[in-house]
């Protein structure tokens, strides 16, 4: 068998094997428990943007009940959307304050 040097662990692995982006389905419904913190806001705005282009109008964001950050972010990106019309929180059968339902305007046709 050939010498071979000393690896890091992971090394030799093929980029398949590696951490990847995981692409999620995109439904009216959306579970950010499985996000970390820091990026809620982020993942939300992208959630916003693929829910919006495959024309969901009436969406459900999952954040927790919990202390209320994640549904604090949550709340401050949909202020912040201008393709948000209305949000708030969810009805009790579908998360109550543990989950924001949201209503997206309506494509405008393009003249």
């Known amino acids: 068998m050939p010498d071979e040097p000393d690896r890091p662990p992971g090394a030799g692995q093929r980029a398949e094997d590696a951490e990847a982006p995981t692409e999620l389905p995109i439904t009216d419904v959306f579970d950010l428990h499985s996000f ?4 809620v806001a982020d993942v939300t705005r992208a959630y916003l943007d693929a829910a919006y ?14 202390k209320g950050v994640q549904r604090r972010t ?12 209305d949000f708030g929180d969810a009805p009790l059968e579908a998360g109550g304050w543990g989950a924001t339902w949201a209503r997206l305007e309506s494509r405008r046709s393009r003249s």
């Open 36 to 39: 970390q913190p820091r990026d």
């Open 53 to 66: 282009e495959k024309g969901y109008r009436n969406i459900r964001l999952i954040h927790g009940r919990g």
């Open 74 to 85: 949550v709340r401050t990106v949909l202020e912040r959307d201008p393709r948000v019309v």
